[in-house]
C-alpha cells in the first residue's frame, strides 16, 4: 500500500510539473509598433529600411534641382533593382518599395513599374489581336509614356567581430539619373551601424 500511495504521489508531482512547465512555455502573440526600434538581432532589419527610406526620399524631394523640376512637372522615373552587396539575404525590393510608395505620394514623380512589362504585353495583345475586345475601348500600342529618369543604388556592408563583439557597418547609396543624357542629377548615402555585445554570462 505504501508504495502504491508513494506512486500515486509521484505521478501526481510529474503531472503537475508537465502543466506547469507547458504553461512556461506558452505562446504569447501580440500587435507592435511598425515604426518602433527594431532590435532583436544585429541583421538589417526593419527600423533599418525606415531610417533608410525617410532619409532618401526627404534629400531627393528638398534637392534644389529636383524641387527646380518637379515645380513645373511630374517627370516619369523607373526604379532600377538595388544591388545587395552584403552577405546577408536582404529583400532590397521591400527598401525601393518603400522609398518609390513615399516619392509617389509626394506628388513630385510619376513611376512605371518595368517588372511588369511582360504582363503588360500580354494584356495589350489580348485587347488589340484577340478579337475579343472592342477596339474603341482597346488600350493601344506604342502609347505608354518612357521614363525620363532611372533610380538605382546598392547597399553594402562591412562585419567585424571578435569573441565578444560584432559589429557591422551599412552603407545604402541611390541615385538619379536623366536617361537622355547620362547625367547623374542626385546622390545620396545612408550610413548604418550596429554592434552586439555578449554579456557576462554568454547571451
Known amino acids: 500500500m505504501l508504495i502504491k500511495k508513494r506512486s500515486s504521489i509521484l505521478s501526481v508531482t510529474l503531472v503537475a510539473g508537465s502543466l506547469l512547465l507547458l504553461q512556461g512555455c506558452s505562446t504569447k502573440v501580440g500587435y507592435q509598433d511598425a515604426t518602433g526600434v527594431e532590435t532583436t538581432t544585429i541583421d538589417f532589419g526593419s527600423t533599418d529600411l525606415q531610417q533608410i527610406a525617410a532619409k532618401m526620399v526627404d ?3 528638398t534637392f534644389p534641382p529636383i524641387v527646380q523640376v518637379t515645380n513645373e512637372r511630374r517627370p516619369v522615373m523607373f526604379v532600377d533593382k538595388i544591388k545587395n552587396k552584403t552577405t546577408e539575404h536582404i529583400d532590397t525590393e521591400s527598401i525601393t518599395d518603400t522609398i518609390s510608395t513615399r516619392i509617389l505620394r509626394s506628388g513630385k514623380f510619376r513611376f512605371v513599374d518595368m517588372t511588369k512589362v511582360a504582363e503588360v504585353q500580354e494584356q495589350l495583345s489580348f485587347q ?7 477596339q474603341d475601348a ?4 506604342g502609347r505608354q509614356i518612357g521614363a525620363e529618369y532611372m533610380m538605382y543604388g546598392n547597399l553594402s556592408s562591412i562585419v567585424k567581430k571578435t569573441n565578444d563583439v560584432k559589429d557591422v557597418y551599412y552603407k545604402f547609396t ?8 547620362g547625367i547623374v ?10 554592434q552586439r555585445e555578449k554579456s557576462l554570462f554568454g547571451m
Open 138 to 141: 482597346a488600350a493601344q500600342i
Open 128 to 134: 488589340n489581336n484577340s478579337g475579343m475586345v472592342n
Open 174 to 181: 541611390l541615385k538619379v539619373m536623366h536617361l537622355e543624357s
Open 59 to 61: 534629400s531627393v524631394l
Open 185 to 194: 542629377e542626385w546622390s545620396d548615402e545612408k550610413e548604418i551601424r550596429k
